[in-house]
């Protein structure tokens, strides 16, 4: 396992160390990241602020693989996992499918938190309405939090 030197983005989150700009310029390197893991055929299931680590040098990792499960044919895991505040609402519905859609709706209340400070729960309003953010920018994170994107 690597050593990381620095912080996870909850400690940055709770610091009030990111501003929206800062935090923009961090989820590039985290969707790479995560596209890397599912290109390896892996399926994270607890994305969350304390399992993405940025080094001293603002390079992105994800740690904590502890719940990770190979992207199989069998991709469908019928167990509940992860963190239920970045777990995926159809879990809480008796679906227990989890594939890599998964780690995307987690990604995005991530990037929700890290743009607002706030957690996307209920009627919640749009990334922009919260933070200097481009209006564009509200459409991708609203996608990455649907229920089925099917």
Do not use: W
């Not at 399926?43 to 940025?54: C, G, T």
């Amino acid at each position: 396992m690597e050593f990381v030197d620095g912080v996870n983005l909850r400690q940055m989150i709770d610091g009030g160390e990111l501003d929206s700009q800062q935090a923009l310029q961090l989820v590039p390197q985290v969707c790479a990241a995560l596209q890397y893991a599912h290109d390896e055929g892996i399926v994270h299931r607890d994305i969350k602020p304390e399992n993405i680590l940025v080094d001293s040098k603002g390079r992105v990792k994800i740690a904590d693989f502890g719940l990770a499960k190979l992207n199989t044919t069998d991709a469908n895991y019928f167990t509940l996992t992860g963190t239920p505040k970045y777990m995926v609402p159809e879990q809480f519905e008796g679906s227990h499918q989890v594939d890599h859609r998964a780690d995307i709706y987690s990604l995005g209340v991530v990037i929700y938190e890290l743009l607002t400070g706030e957690l996307p729960i209920g009627r919640f309003p749009v990334p922009s309405e919260k933070s200097d953010v481009d209006e564009r920018l509200d459409g991708v994170v609203l996608r990455t939090l649907e229920k089925d994107p099917g």
